[in-house]
């Protein structure tokens, strides 16, 4: 699709880095706990081998899925949300497989915020982007999105934390493409 015919809401690679580097830390504790300490100071650590066994197996394993999915994100962006004048796609599962829905079902998007404790001394700010959906049995009622975004009650919306744009940016993006009634 060409990327004049849509707006795309892509995730923080600022996110995807600091995933990526926490990923860097569990293989580098699994080496450490491996190498550094038996060849250099054999008599410090856990001596119990079955805790050791685990911790490393459950840090490499996390360390690993950190470092290889984090890094593809790094290389390309997930797209979370995707609006066209067909539709809106909505990144699903763990690697944000589209679930699109026709833009015709779009009732309307705005600007949410979440309420908060700052919001009891009126200090709100924008937590995201929401695109709400006509009652329509053709859509579902809940979807599995991945990580930023949350799709529930015919509503999607997407995180500020996890966008790569503001919410203002991408709210104006989203409504050149809804119609007007």
Known sequence: MDRDQSFEIVGSRLLALGTFLLGCFFLFYVY???FAQRVFDPTRGVQNPVIIGITNVVSTVVGLILFIRQGYFLIKPPVLLRVSRQGVDIGTGWMYKPYQIPMKLVDH??????????????????AGVEIVFKENKKIPDQLWPGAGVQYRDR????FKTYMAVSPDQALEGIKQFLTTK
């Open 109 to 126: 998007a705005r600007i949410f915020q979440n309420n908060t404790t700052l919001a009891i001394i009126g200090r709100t700010s924008a």
């Open 32 to 34: 450490d706990m491996n």
């Open 155 to 158: 509503k999607v919306r997407v």
